[in-house]
């Protein structure tokens, strides 16, 4: 790999962050928008650091593949892309910018005294040519969900390249035809401190000790319905 897989979670975090903030703010201040704005932005290079940092993964690119298809034909996927095009390139940000065919939608909303929330106007999924007024927090969370899924799956799949705790294992190693003298010095440590480690498993549990974890953090998404065992922490 060309960089920690740490990295990919961070970035998660970020977005999950900057979610966290704009869906609190009024929505007739301006707060919201530079949060979304910047949602927007780190959501969608989830992906694009997961590549840079599986880069010569074998399988990666098979496996990724497969997930780039899905995003293809995923309306909610291609719509983050297209905005974040929009709001990087051109400035536009459409965050509660209600458009003259939803107007009186709003206004019905607001006679009728329904809390105010954060919108945003979206192609209707049923109707080329046709636009819906849209939950903004419930959309984005909707599209952090599916980031979220691409990237524990590929942890699931890949799990024993970006984990420590799982490449640093007997029987990982084993099936790369390498011996723990071998572990050693990919770990910077002469291969020679082999002859006065412990034995059986105790040795590999100490080495796995000395490394960073690549998921450490655990990461706490509101309603993604996913649990990553491997980082200790449910996802509620």
């Not at 909610?76 to 910018?97: I, Q, T």
């Not at 390249?161 to 990919?186: C, I």
Request: charged content about 25%; hydrophobic content about 40%; overall charge positive.
């Amino acid at each position: 790999m060309s960089q920690s897989f740490q990295l990919v979670e961070e970035k998660l975090r970020e977005s999950a962050f900057f979610l966290d903030r704009f869906r609190d703010p009024d929505p007739l201040g301006v707060e919201a928008r530079f949060y979304f704005s910047a949602f927007v932005s780190a959501a969608r290079s989830v992906t694009f650091v997961l590549q840079k940092t599986m880069r010569g993964v074998s399988d990666f690119d098979e496996w990724y593949l497969s997930a780039q298809k899905r995003f293809k034909t995923d309306p909610l996927a291609r719509y983050f892309k297209d905005l974040r095009d929009e709001v990087v390139h051109k400035g536009p940000n459409p965050l509660n910018d209600v458009t003259v065919e939803h107007l009186d939608e709003v206004l019905r909303s607001q006679l009728c005294g329904y809390p105010q929330a954060h919108t945003i106007t979206m192609p209707d999924l049923t109707s080329a040519s046709s636009t819906v007024l849209a939950d903004a927090v419930r959309v984005s969370e909707n599209y952090l969900k599916s980031l979220v899924t691409v990237v524990y799956e590929c942890y699931s799949r890949f799990r024993c390249f970006v984990d420590p705790r799982w490449y640093f294992t007997p029987g990982h190693f084993a099936a790369m035809g390498k011996t723990f003298e071998d572990a050693l010095s990919e770990c910077g440590v002469p291969s020679s401190w082999a002859t006065y480690a412990p034995d059986n498993n105790v040795r590999w549990r100490i080495l796995r000790r000395q490394q960073q974890w690549a998921c450490r953090w655990g990461l706490n998404v509101s309603r993604t319905g996913r649990c990553f065992p491997a980082w200790r922490r449910c996802i509620t």
